[in-house]
């Protein structure tokens, strides 16, 4: 086909788009009329950015959510999906930033979010980013899911930043966060004070598959220290909790968690489970 880098690029995009299960190098070209070299060259390209990544197993080429947050981060503030009135109503009644995180292979990517402070300090970070594992509530939430090895392997593949990175709370050694972890699990949400970064706190819950035991996402209540105590965590719990169930359930009908969903099942269905 003729046409600039970018039309060869969103012609990859719009391909991979109805391809939940990937398309082989191979594939991809026939389908786009390419060079097999130029479109493994542009795929080299789109996993290095994050944009696609390969399967290990079958070697075929599969969008990440790093793309569809980029419309995420547009429809979150038009609340047309059927997870932003939950992500509202946890905003109204915290009082607190709220955001929506779906799982992508080995990582978190937040996608939506609610602000229930109208005056006085917010807390509003940029939307599309990915939680550091080892020292966001949202990455405690999802890591408690998981077993320890698998944990710590995720939060060591993404890296722990330099020393000064993050707040002083953020974990310094391995066993401060299997400790976290235990906690998270004991209590059925992680919680984190000035660990991402210095001034402010979270809490998180993981959102479960609707028919499995794996989480999907997370939601997260995050601000300023001084208003999130312990003592306001513990009355945040049960709606974070609630909301967390809300989401799981309506999970099948949101843009931002059906695709993690469908990502499951087809990995679920290749491995034989």
Request: with cysteine.
């Amino acid at each position: 086909m003729a046409g600039s880098q970018i039309d060869r690029v969103l012609c990859i995009f719009e391909l991979l788009a109805h391809e939940s299960g990937g398309a082989a190098l191979t594939v991809i070209a026939d389908r786009t009329d390419m060079p097999k070299s130029a479109v493994h060259r542009l795929l080299g390209d789109l996993a290095r950015l994050g944009y696609v990544r390969q399967d290990p197993d079958t070697a075929r080429y599969l969008l990440t959510t790093k793309l569809l947050s980029l419309g995420f981060a547009y429809l979150s503030a038009s609340g047309a999906d059927a997870a932003q009135p939950v992500l509202d109503r946890l905003a109204r009644t915290s009082g607190e930033l709220v955001r929506l995180a779906v799982v992508d292979r080995d990582r978190l990517t937040w996608v939506a979010k609610a602000q229930g402070t109208r005056s006085g300090l917010r807390y509003d970070p940029e939307m599309g980013a990915e939680p550091a594992l080892f020292c966001t509530a949202s990455g405690h939430a999802w890591l408690a899911t998981l077993e320890d090895d698998a944990a710590i392997a995720l939060a060591a593949r993404q890296g722990f930043g330099r020393f000064d990175e993050h707040g002083p709370n953020a974990p310094r050694t391995i066993s401060v966060l299997e400790e976290a972890l235990r906690r998270a699990r004991a209590q059925g949400f992680a919680t984190v004070h000035e660990s991402a970064a210095a001034g402010t706190s979270a809490m998180a819950a993981a959102i479960l598959h609707p028919r499995k035991s794996c989480a999907i996402g997370t939601v997260s209540i995050a601000g300023p220290s001084f208003r999130m105590t312990p003592a306001r965590i513990v009355e945040l719990a049960p709606a974070l909790l609630t909301a967390a169930a809300e989401l799981s359930q309506a999970s099948i009908g949101s843009e931002f968690l059906s695709e993690t969903i469908r990502a499951t099942a087809t990995t679920a269905k290749r491995s034989g489970r």
